[in-house]
């Protein structure tokens, strides 16, 4: 069993490739949170220009699969900021690091499904809170830091854990920019090894044990977001 695990000496790419999976999908899942909030807020705002930005955001990006957004960043971007130079007879290169790319193109991706997620949660939270609060002279900045944003949380929650159940399986589809996550490790172990199935099966694995963690930790954050609330 220690030797399929070692995979000929390539078992600790695997592992490399799962801290970087890890630390890939927390950054961009931040990313993803901070976009859905501003999403959220203009969704949800008066004015008609956030309204519409928000909307085409959410629309566009739920409508483009991953994977051409993926490429189109990491690609396509320099290539047409280069043409632009061009153009303008400007002599640059551009050059992006695959592990920002990635984080941010992942983050910005969820975080049109965290705009819907919170954009939820807050028509959740009880309006007669909010009318009592602002009848007691609360500014909108301050009822939405002592009213909504707290209580938002535990409507927020299961679905930013649904969130990140499919944003931590995307981050696979950045090993087509060269960056050594678990899903490019595990494929050039499976080339080196001729053990395809063994590498494949125990990234599988690897996701499989990423995801437990995750649903333990998010019943955690749902006990702790539901503190003090009457069950029916």
Request: glycine content about 10%; overall charge positive; some cysteine.
């Amino acid at each position: 069993m220690l030797e399929i695990l070692n995979l000929q000496g390539y078992g600790s790419l695997l592992i490399k490739g799962a801290k970087l999976t890890v630390l890939v999908g927390l950054s961009s899942m931040v990313i993803a949170i901070l976009l859905g909030l501003v999403g959220a807020w203009g969704k949800l705002a008066r004015s008609r220009p956030a309204n519409i930005a928000a909307g085409a955001y959410t629309t566009i990006v739920r409508g483009v699969p991953e994977l051409v957004l993926i490429l189109l960043v990491y690609y396509g971007a320099p290539t047409l900021i280069q043409d632009i130079a061009a153009l303008m007879e400007i002599d640059l290169y551009v050059d992006l690091n695959p592990l920002v790319a990635g984080m941010c193109t992942i983050g910005f991706i969820y975080g049109a499904f965290s705009t819907e997620v919170f954009r939820g949660a807050f028509l959740a939270v009880d309006k007669g809170q909010v009318e009592a609060a602002r009848s007691v002279g609360m500014g909108r900045v301050l009822c939405f830091r002592r009213i909504l944003l707290p209580q938002m949380w535990r409507f927020a929650l299961p679905g930013l854990g649904n969130v990140w159940m499919v944003l931590i399986k995307a981050t696979a589809l950045i090993s087509v920019i060269q960056l050594p996550e678990l899903m490019r490790n595990s494929d050039i172990a499976a080339r080196a090894t001729r053990l395809p199935f063994t590498c494949y099966f125990l990234a599988s694995l690897i996701y499989l044990a990423i995801t437990i963690v995750s649903l333990v930790g998010q019943k955690q954050l749902e006990n702790w977001a539901n503190k003090g609330v009457r069950k029916a």
